[in-house]
């Protein structure tokens, strides 16, 4: 069946099995962001947005985006540096594996709520699994990185 | 301590960025996808031979290239532990084997050109079993008359007590002392046997590897790996072919945590390129990453204590038996550590100890390294079992230890008669008490509202490195410029081995961090490494960077004498550049790397291996407040304090997050983690959906600190932190539940199932 969609910004018109999920498609074009942790839509490695909203792309058909918007890590390089580098100085990015899963959910949170508390921030990432960093410093980053965006007085 | 200006910082990873930006890095993204599909047809049946095996129709599917079967494989036997030749883990393994000894064996290989091919020939193998009795319950494995390895090809190496007629992987008891008089003297013994399951070390990136050949007819294998030498020996025994003829390089790692010690996925696809000459990649799912790999040994330990009623450990006396199922990867060797590790915690005033275990052989999933390594296993029975001790003395669990835990200076001769030379244990009970408020917390108090908060204590010890057996080696170069390559062959996994190795080379060398670059693991290029394992990166590799790092010093010494023509004695190095000791001249390290490059004879590349004589322990203490939900039985984590001691510190932040991760999985296993069978022998947490590994809601508010200690021995005067962080949250959880509901349960995980039913009972 043939679909149209925007990756990244970019359209991309192709042909594809019925049962193609949307991170192998991901994958196959070169966003190899994505992670599969699991296959049972439990680790949240997989997280894209499809129309700016967080969705498991192991567990999403390629064909149920369709004329949607799709956006991977490598969609928001900027953001993700920005970010990243507060997760980094606290040395949460051990493998590194479950990362881009975290910071898209991170930055979908950021833009829903920009002001979380330390219990929304832990619920809102609540589905995405790590298993080097104990969660912590993960938490650290999050949050030095929210102080440093409040007192540069601008909204993430 | 010593001031230091790279080492002991919270310096960033120097891969940091990358990963936190997405770039594809993983072999999967580095290794190209239009290579062949692989993958394994895995045994339903715990125990069967393949009586007979059709591949035909299968092989007509299009786009499938081949398939294999135990008719096409080396006869000859292996293991795929990564260990050191000779390894003590039984060559018990083929690549595919008639008789099949677990549910997840490997029945055939099939590699296609896509994944959908390759599906559909799966379900056209046709196979003819004949299914036999399994032996699935460890207890009665020892001497069962059903044999998990009969064949006459089966053959161990080294001297570990194996017996494949029995059933047996490795055997031994060793004595210290009247080990019986002292007990028999004793005022109060304590008796109970611990059962820890198999958990799943479940990193993130499951196993993976890309295979090609070469250019030169080599069989090039590009893997997530931490071992990549031993997958060299591995698969040069598995294969039947030179060692010469492999080549082993790891991409960045989604995790190991001692699962990727073990050689899980390389065999396969490292068996068809070598066949068909072709590409191929073989990824586990995660359903195979928790059926058909390595998790930790099943053990059930029997501790014995004899104490005064003054709380005086006078005599322990410790039996493990230990589930290696199906393949003895790891098995003679992690057994150890549930003893050393747990009996020599309690050195103080012990008496004698006796130490015997066996090791088992089943028909489940094959048991091999996970964090921790037997020792955990071990410290969850001893502190559970001194836990017992105090409260049937009536005794502050805290007080027992300090009476009896291993103190700086002493011989442990439970630790191969180590000294034990640097050990800040007592003030990190001391910090911990301060930090958690011990003295002045309520064992339990009952909250009124259906909670009881509870608190729990344990303390643990590891070791850096196998004394007399690993090998770290370093080769440092001096470049252009005056900036330095460190290439080693210890396998970064996340934990940041790439950036201490580095601080630890700049410190060296008196320059900045970025000036060291750094390349690692590649069995053509890099020095030889045991690999990163057995918590030796930072003990053994780092004391290798020390020492390559001071003999490039002198070597650049040696030019700057020549060109200002005094001799060696009458230089000083200080980083940038080497100055005469009178301050009359001085030489820029730009000018020696220059000089380097011209005319010169003296090679600016230095390599070391290191290897030490003992294994200094790290040690910690946690103490945990939880609270448990009498009508649900649900324990909830408040707050968890950590006091490590693995001598100096060499990266705050990397060791601090270790810690914290460790504290999570081992928290993990108090609580959820499980692995359990059917009456058949499958496995029923075969997924993330099953197998619950801790979320961020479960974790509770994690606080560690640093008793930093000075070993000697270390570089920088550092041990190591790898495994010993996982060690403490089982037993001190298991004894904060007790202290909560009065019921010591000495099975893991601690479900709130089992709380309640241990509430409910005590009602009753
Ligand atoms: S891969 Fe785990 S949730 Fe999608
Ligand atoms: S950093 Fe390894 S899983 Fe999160």
Redesign the interface.
Same mark, same amino acid.
């Given at each position: 069946m043939q679909i149209k969609l925007w990756l990244n910004g970019k359209m991309v018109t192709e042909d594809v099995a019925a049962d193609m999920l949307l991170i192998d498609f991901l994958r196959a074009h070169g966003c190899f962001s994505v992670k599969r942790g699991c296959e049972t839509a439990n680790c949240g490695l997989c997280t894209v947005f499809v129309e700016d909203k967080p969705v498991l792309s192991c567990s999403m058909l390629v064909a149920r985006v369709d004329g949607k918007k799709i956006t991977t890590l490598e969609g928001l390089q900027e953001e993700a540096e920005d970010f990243g580098a507060f997760i980094a100085d606290q040395g949460a990015e051990q493998c590194g594996f479950c990362n881009p899963g975290l910071i898209m959910n991170a930055i979908a949170m950021f833009r829903e709520n920009p002001n979380p508390t330390d219990e929304e921030i832990i619920q809102y990432l609540a589905g995405n699994l790590c298993r080097c960093s104990g969660y912590e410093g993960q938490l650290r980053g999050i949050k030095a990185f929210l102080s440093f965006k409040k007192e540069k007085g601008g909204v993430c | 301590m010593a001031d230091f200006k790279v080492v002991n910082k919270?310096i960033?990873?120097i891969?940091?960025?990358?990963?936190?930006?997405?770039?594809?890095?993983?072999t999967?993204?580095v290794t190209p996808?239009d290579c062949l599909v692989v993958k394994v047809m895995h045994s339903p049946y715990a125990h069967a031979m393949i009586n007979e095996i059709d591949t035909e129709i299968a092989k007509k599917v299009p786009g499938i290239e081949a398939i294999y079967t135990y008719k096409d494989v080396p006869g000859r036997r292996f293991t795929m532990a990564g260990q050191t030749y000779p390894e003590p883990s039984p060559y018990d393994r083929l690549i595919l084997d008639q008789r099949l000894r677990f549910v997840g064996d490997g029945v055939a290989i099939v590699a296609g050109e896509t994944e959908k091919a390759v599906d559909k020939a799966l379900k056209l193998i046709k196979v003819k079993y004949e299914v036999l009795e399994p032996v699935l319950d460890f207890r009665t494995a020892k001497d069962n008359k059903v044999l998990v390895h009969p064949e006459e090809s089966w053959e161990a190496l080294c001297p570990v007590g194996a017996d494949n007629k029995r059933n047996l992987c490795a055997t031994d008891l060793s004595e210290h002392g009247d080990v019986d008089g002292v007990m028999a003297e004793c005022d109060v013994i304590v008796e109970n046997t611990y059962h820890t399951k198999a958990n799943q070390?479940?990193?993130?990136?499951?196993f993976r590897t890309y295979t090609t050949m070469d250019p030169y007819g080599r069989l090039h294998v590009i893997g997530s790996t931490q071992i990549v030498f031993h997958v060299r020996r591995i698969l040069a025994n598995a294969l039947d072919i030179p060692k010469s003829k492999i080549r082993v390089t790891k991409p960045?790692?989604?995790?190991?945590?001692g699962a990727k010690q073990t050689c899980v996925t390389e065999i396969f696809p490292a068996f068809v390129t070598w066949k068909t000459g072709k590409a191929a990649k073989l990824i586990y799912?995660?359903?195979e990453s928790q059926t058909a790999s390595t998790p930790r040994h099943e053990m059930e330990i029997k501790v014995r204590i004899g104490a005064t009623k003054e709380g005086i450990i006078r005599v322990l006396d410790v039996y493990t038996l230990s589930n290696t199922g199906s393949y003895g990867e790891h098995g003679p060797t992690t057994v150890g550590l549930s003893g050393q590790k747990s009996i020599s915690l309690y050195n103080n005033n012990l008496e004698a100890y006796r130490f015997g275990y066996d090791v088992v052989y089943t028909n489940v999933q094959s048991a091999g390294a996970y964090r921790g390594y037997g020792a955990t296993q071990g410290i969850f029975a001893m502190e559970s079992a001194v836990n017992e001790l105090a409260s049937k003395l009536n005794m502050d669990p805290v007080i027992i230890r300090e009476k009896n835990m291993v103190k700086e200076g002493q011989v442990m001769p439970s630790y191969h008669d180590e000294t034990n030379s640097s050990c800040a244990l007592d003030r990190c009970m001391t910090r911990a008490k301060e930090m958690f408020d011990w003295d002045n917390k309520p064992l339990a108090v009952d909250l009124g509202n259906g909670k009881i908060r509870s608190v729990g204590v344990a303390m643990a010890m590891q070791s850096s490195g196998i004394s007399g057996v690993d090998v770290g080696s370093a080769t440092i170069k001096l470049n252009d410029e005056g900036f330095y390559a460190l290439s080693i062959a210890a396998a970064d996994?996340?934990?940041?081995c790439d950036t201490i190795l580095a601080q630890m080379a700049a410190e060296c060398l008196e320059c900045d961090f970025d000036d060291i670059i750094v390349y690692g693991a590649d069995s053509d290029s890099s020095p030889y490494d045991s690999g990163s394992y057995a918590s030796s990166t930072t003990y053994v590799t780092g004391k290798a960077v020390e020492k390559a790092c001071l003999q490039l010093k002198e070597k650049m010494c040696k030019i700057a004498g020549e060109m200002l023509s005094c001799s060696t004695e009458d230089l000083v190095f200080q980083g940038k550049k080497i100055s005469k000791v009178d301050g009359s001249e001085e030489i820029t390290l730009m000018d020696i790397a220059t000089k380097s490059m011209c005319g010169n004879t003296e090679a600016t590349q230095v390599t070391v291996s290191h290897s030490s004589k003992v294994s200094p322990p790290p040690f910690m203490v946690g103490m945990v407040e939880i609270e448990v939900d009498k009508e649900t039985g649900a324990t909830t984590l408040l707050d968890y304090v950590a006091v490590v001691d693995c001598g100096t510190v060499i990266?705050t932040?990397?060791a #601090?997050?270790?810690?914290?991760?460790?504290?999570?999985?081992g928290i993990g296993m108090a609580l959820y983690e499980d692995v359990t069978y059917n009456s058949v022998g499958r496995i029923y947490e075969n997924?993330?959906?099953q197998y619950k590994?801790p979320? #961020?809601?479960d974790?509770g508010?994690?606080r560690v600190e640093f008793e930093s200690s000075y070993e000697h021995t270390g570089p920088f005067g550092a041990k190591s932190i790898g495994e010993i962080v996982i060690n403490t949250p089982s037993p001190a959880i298991a004894h904060a539940i007790y202290n909560a509901t009065g019921v010591w349960h000495r099975e893991l995980p601690i479900t709130p199932e089992k709380v309640m039913m241990g509430i409910l009972k005590n009602e009753n």
């Open positions: - | 919270p960033r990873k891969d940091a960025m990358a990963l936190v930006t997405g770039k594809p890095v993983y999967d993204d996808s070390q479940a990193m993130m990136e499951t960045r790692i989604g995790g190991g945590f799912t995660r359903e996994m996340g934990t940041g990266n932040n990397l #601090r997050v270790q810690t914290e991760g460790g504290l999570a999985q997924s993330f959906m590994i979320t #961020r809601l974790v508010k994690m």
